[in-house]
């Protein structure tokens, strides 16, 4: 989908937040310069055409006591398949990216607490012979999200 | 790290992580249902904010639709006395949108900083990991960086009821 300016400004300008207000829409707004009307359906359009994957309140889930952790694995290019297909079938398994490495199967998983996504680890290991790097985030650097588009 | 959280934020989480409501009143559309007032739960979102339950409010913006093609994990091998400087240093680049320490995995994992990177093509994304490394300079010892050539699975984040 082709952007003209107001949906870069739109996307620039609410990267950074939304305001906690009555009427936010109309703040934004009248910050770009368009009605709130037009604000509404324009950000309407660029989620239904996946030019943005989410709009609201990003929640951390490691503030919620929930356990989200990041792990790998060097998986055999005979071994891909079945191996894609059991990790990918565990519940907790929220994300699954193929990354060109000798660590080659990047993972997280996502759950109630640190035991059940440890759980799930050791199930992917039993069942795979493979071993799982574990790579917990031992700190979180503040970033802005100030993509230009 | 945990935040306690009250059986209230708990259903404006639930009523929220799908996204806001596109509506003129927003705050007030997710707190009718909940029988709360709108301001009720700017109050609460403000203070999940502060206390980092809630990172922020806004959109996520899909790199690829925006013509960001070369996204990389570029991790990073730092001297430990810094790489806390260093990890806050790089999380303020423009194209960084993660940035973390963790443990290395010695000896097929000698990385404990990870940075997401974004560019429009390979070449830009390799100016960024310059730049990178230019910032690092001597403490980092070594890096790669990793491109994604496919996704096996995406869901979203889910907090259970």
Redesign the interface.
Known sequence: ?P?DDIDRL??NT?????P???????VVAERIGIS?KRL?TR??H??R??????????????????ANI?AAM?VPKADWEDV?TF??SQPE???????????N???VG?G?SLEQVEATFARIEAATGLEV????????????????? | MNVPLDAIDRQIILATQGGLPLVPQPYRAVATPLGLTAAEVMQRLARMQESGVVRRVGVVPNHYALGYQANGMTVWDVDDAVVDTLGEQIGHLSFVSHCYRRPRRLPAWPYNLFAMVHGRNLDETADYVAKIADLLGPACRGHDILYSSGILKKTGLRLGA
């Open positions: 989908m952007l739109i996307i609410m990267q950074g937040g939304f906690l207000s009555d009427r936010p829409f109309q709130e509404i950000l309407r660029l989620l055409d996946r030019v943005l994957t989410r709009f609201g309140p990003l929640f951390n889930a490691d503030r919620m006591g929930g990041l060097s894609a990790v990918n398994i929220a994300h699954n990216y193929r990354r060109e490495h000798a660590i199967m990047w993972f996502a109630e790097l574990r790579f917990p985030k031992e700190r979180e650097y503040f970033v802005e999200l100030k993509l230009a588009v």
